[in-house]
């Protein structure tokens, strides 16, 4: 079974620098990248209606994201990534799929360049949840240029 590199995808300047590396691996080692989009639900009390049409806005955004995001990860992983969509808190989100999908291997992260952390995902998982995870992360630095990644991967 090839390994999977999963990356979550939000909208954040890190996420190219987690693709490509993750890309990276997966072409180098015969596996494939997985993307992961989860959509923040908030349960704050609107019209059933309104809640509904906003849902499926959210599933629409995530959806194209995800298939811009998949075109450009064909061409440097060499085959299509294994898509995700979760609704949800995107930490819970990202580990109940790693415990329901034991063909994860290596959940790939980007850390922020910016000076008030590494984010709040690895924040989250290097913190007291590390405990819950069930395969290695690979954190990368968010500064990392082309050639770099292209060196350590």
Same mark, same amino acid.
């Given at each position: 079974?090839?390994?999977?590199?999963?990356?979550?995808?939000?909208?954040?300047?890190?996420?190219?620098? +987690?693709?490509?590396?993750?890309?990276?691996?997966? %072409?180098?080692?015969?596996? #494939?990248? !997985? *993307? @992961?989009?989860? /959509? $923040?639900?908030?349960?704050?009390?609107?019209?059933?209606?309104?809640?509904?049409?906003?849902?499926?806005?959210?599933?629409?955004?995530?959806?194209?994201?995800?298939?811009?995001?998949?075109?450009?990860?064909?061409?440097? +992983?060499?085959?299509?990534?294994?898509?995700?969509? %979760?609704?949800?808190?995107? #930490?819970? !989100? *990202? @580990?109940?799929? /790693? $415990?329901?999908?034991?063909?994860?291997?290596?959940?790939?992260?980007?850390?922020?360049?910016?000076?008030?952390?590494?984010?709040?995902?690895?924040?989250?998982?290097?913190?007291?949840?590390?405990?819950?995870?069930?395969?290695?992360?690979?954190?990368?630095?968010?500064?990392?240029?082309?050639?770099?990644?292209?060196?350590?991967?």
């Amino acid at each position: 079974m090839p390994r999977i590199f999963l990356v979550v995808v939000d909208e954040s300047d890190e996420l190219k620098v +987690a693709l490509r590396y993750a890309c990276r691996r997966a %072409r180098r080692t015969g596996g #494939r990248v !997985a *993307l @992961l989009y989860v /959509i $923040d639900t908030d349960d704050d009390g609107q019209w059933m209606g309104v809640k509904e049409l906003m849902r499926e806005e959210k599933r629409a955004e995530a959806e194209a994201l995800l298939m811009k995001v998949a075109a450009e990860v064909e061409p440097m +992983a060499g085959s299509l990534p294994v898509v995700y969509i %979760r609704e949800g808190r995107r #930490r819970e !989100a *990202l @580990l109940e799929l /790693i $415990d329901e999908d034991p063909s994860i291997s290596i959940l790939v992260l980007a850390a922020s360049t910016s000076p008030d952390g590494p984010g709040p995902l690895i924040s989250y998982l290097a913190g007291k949840y590390s405990h819950r995870l069930k395969v290695p992360v690979t954190i990368v630095p968010g500064s990392l240029t082309d050639a770099q990644i292209a060196a350590l991967a």
